[in-house]
Nanobody
Framework: EVQLVESGGGLVQAGGSLKLSCAAS???????????IGWFRQAPGKEREGVSCISSSDGRTDYVDSVKGRFTISSDNAKSTVDLELNSLNVDDTGIYYC???????????????????WGQGTQVTVSP
């Protein structure tokens, strides 16, 4: 079964850091040649928002403006994992963080989450004041 599994969420004070990981299960990025993994988040009462994306083949990345300079996405193609480092966190970063993947490049997946083909179960990130 093709799955994505997130880990690494938790509670952190404003200004702190967290590292989230997304691991492919049942497949590898290399199975598809080009595979994109995106991170999305959803705060209570808000729509799901694209945060960052990376294309496995060339490492090209994309970030939403609100996290540029604070979050860093990276991939380990040998392990078929994608990490998201969250730094300088603020309360607005609170939410459930999901990783999602699709065959191909990131494209407009961050802007159009419906383009993702596989979703993880989500991991909670809570930033306290």
């Amino acid at each position: 079964e093709v799955q994505l599994v997130e880990s690494g969420g938790g509670l952190v004070q404003a200004g702190g850091s967290l590292k989230l990981s997304c691991a492919a299960s049942g497949f590898t990025f290399g199975d598809y040649g080009i595979y994109a993994i995106g991170w999305f988040r959803q705060a209570p009462g808000k729509e799901r928002e694209g945060v960052s994306c990376i294309s496995s083949s060339d490492g090209r990345t994309d970030y939403v403006d609100s996290v540029k300079g604070r979050f860093t996405i990276s991939s380990d193609n040998a392990k078929s994992t994608v990490d998201l480092e969250l730094n300088s966190l603020n309360v607005d970063d609170t939410g459930i963080y999901y990783c999602a993947g699709r065959v191909g490049r990131c494209g407009v997946m961050l802007q159009m989450p419906v383009m993702a083909e596989t979703w993880g179960q989500g991991t909670q990130v809570t930033v306290s004041p």
